[in-house]
C-alpha cells in the first residue's frame, strides 16, 4: 500500500503498474480499481489477476513466445479472441496437412510414370513453396502433482483458546482464537490487510507462541510452509540445484533436476543464481521445495501472488487431485473459490469459521 501510494502520488502521465494487486485486500482491490479506471492519462499494468484485469483495461498486450499480440478489450475477450485464433491456427493447419498429404500421394504414386513426369514435378515444386502453417502449442503443458500422502488421524494443528500481541501495550492481534486442522481441511483464511492472518499462520507453525492459551502440534505430521514473501525461504546468491542440494542433501543431482522440471522450472534455470529468476520462477522454486518432503498439510501465505494465470491453474488443479490438507491465506477470489472448502474469517482479532466464501467475505470486511 505504500508503495502504491507513492507511484500514484506524483500523478504521472504515464502509470506503470507490475502486479499491484499482490498482498492488496479486496477492498483496497476495489478501490485501486474504481481509482484507475476514472484515471485519465495512460496506464501500463502487467496483472495476472482476471477480475482486476477485467475490470481497468482497454486493451490487452500479450507477451507469448517472445512477441507482443494485441488485443483490443478486457481480460474476458481477449480470452474468447485468442480461443478463436487457435482454433482458426488448428483448422488452417490441419488443412493444410490433409493438402500436402494429398500432393505427397499424388508424386509418391506417379514418380515413375513418365507421361505424368512433367505433372509430378510441378506437384514437387508447389510443395516446397507452401507456406508451413504452425500447430497450435499445447498450452495446458504445466501441470504440477502433489505426493499423494497417508492420511492422519486426529488434528494436525490447533489453537486453544489463544491470545497475541507483539507488544501488549498497543493491544492484542488475535483474542480467544480456537481452530484446529485435520487431514481433509481445505482452509482459504480471509481477512483485511493487516488483520492478523499470517500471525495466525505463525502461531500454528510454532514460529510464534501465544501469550495465553495452548498451540497444539502433532508431532508426526510433516508441515510444509509457502512463506507470503516467499523469496525470503530462499539463497538468492545459490542456484536452484545447489539450494535444493543443501536442503535435501541425500537426494541426486538428477532426483532434484527432475523434481525442478516438475514445478515448471526448466534446465536452463537450474544453474542461474535464484536472485536473476521471475518472481514467478521464484515462487516455483518456493513450491519445487516445499512439495519435496511429501508434506501431510500444506501452508501457503498468499500463494498466488507473482504466479501466472498458468500457473494458478495447475496449482488449482494439483491441489484437487490431492489427497492432503492444504490450510492458506488469499486475497484471490477465484483461488479461494476454487480451492477452499472451509473459511476463517480474521476480524477485529476475532477469527469466525464459515462454510461459504461468501459469508466470510461479508463478515472479514464489515468496516
Ligand atoms: N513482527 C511484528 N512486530 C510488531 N507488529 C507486527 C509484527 N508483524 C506484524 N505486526 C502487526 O500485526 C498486525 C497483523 O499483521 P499480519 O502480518 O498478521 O497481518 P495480515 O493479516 O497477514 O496482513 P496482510 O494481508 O497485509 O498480509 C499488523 O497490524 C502488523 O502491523
Ligand atoms: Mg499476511
Known amino acids: 500500500r505504500v508503495a502504491l501510494a507513492c507511484a500514484l502520488f506524483v500523478n504521472p502521465d504515464i502509470l506503470l503498474l ?52 494485441y488485443y483490443k478489450g478486457n481480460y474476458d475477450t481477449f480470452a474468447v479472441v485468442r480461443a478463436e485464433q487457435r482454433l482458426a491456427q488448428q483448422r488452417a493447419y490441419e488443412a493444410s496437412e490433409a493438402k ?13 510414370n513418365a507421361k505424368r513426369a ?36 486426529g488434528n494436525m494443528v490447533a489453537l486453544d483458546n489463544v491470545d497475541f500481541a507483539y507488544d501488549q501495550r498497543k493491544g492484542y492481534i488475535l483474542r480467544n482464537v480456537s481452530v484446529c486442522v485435520h487431514a481433509e481441511s481445505r482452509v482459504g483464511v480471509l481477512g483485511a490487510n ?36 516467499h523469496v525470503d525461504q530462499l539463497d538468492l546468491d545459490a542456484t536452484p540445484l545447489d539450494f ?14 527432475s523434481h525442478l522440471s516438475r514445478y515448471g522450472i526448466g534446465s536452463s534455470l537450474h544453474e542461474q543464481l535464484i536472485g536473476n529468476l521471475s518472481g514467478g520462477q521464484q515462487s516455483r522454486v518456493a513450491f519445487a521445495l516445499v512439495t519435496y518432503r511429501q508434506p501431510h498439510l500444506m501452508v501457503m501465505d498468499e500463494p498466488t501472488n507473482h504466479l501466472d494465470i498458468e500457473t494458478i491453474d495447475a496449482l488449482v488443479n494439483a491441489i484437487k487431485k490431492w489427497n492432503g490438507a492444504v490450510l492458506f491465506v488469499s486475497h484471490d477470489q477465484y483461488f479461494l473459490e476454487q480451492v477452499g472448502k472451509d473459511f476463517w474469517g480474521v476480524t477485529d482479532g476475532r477469527v469466525k469459521q464459515f462454510r461459504t466464501f461468501k459469508d466470510a467475505k461479508s463478515f472479514s470486511y464489515a468496516r
Open 18 to 69: 507490475d502486479e499491484p494487486t499482490n498482498h492488496l485486500d479486496f477492498p483496497a482491490v476495489i478501490w485501486l480499481q474504481k481509482y484507475l479506471v476514472g484515471y485519465e492519462k495512460t496506464l501500463l499494468v502487467v496483472s495476472h489477476d482476471r477480475h482486476f484485469l477485467n475490470y481497468v483495461t482497454t486493451d490487452i498486450i500479450h507477451l507469448y513466445n517472445r512477441n507482443l499480440n
Open 100 to 112: 500436402r498429404k494429398h500432393m505427397q500421394e499424388f508424386i509418391d504414386k506417379f514418380r515413375f
Open 118 to 153: 512433367s505433372l509430378v514435378q510441378s506437384r514437387i515444386k508447389a510443395l516446397a513453396r507452401m507456406e508451413k502453417v504452425a500447430e497450435v502449442e499445447d498450452e495446458a503443458a504445466l501441470r504440477f502433482e502433489l505426493p499423494q500422502v497417508v492420511k492422519v488421524e
Open 194 to 229: 493487516g488483520a492478523g492472518k499470517t500471525t495466525l499462520i505463525k502461531l500454528l507453525m510454532g514460529s510464534l507462541e501465544p501469550l495465553t492459551g495452548r498451540a497444539i502440534r502433532n508431532r508426526t505430521v510433516r508441515v510444509s510452509c509457502f512463506n507470503q514473501h
Open 244 to 257: 535444493l542440494k543443501t536442503k535435501f542433501s541425500k537426494a541426486t543431482t538428477d532426483q532434484l533436476r
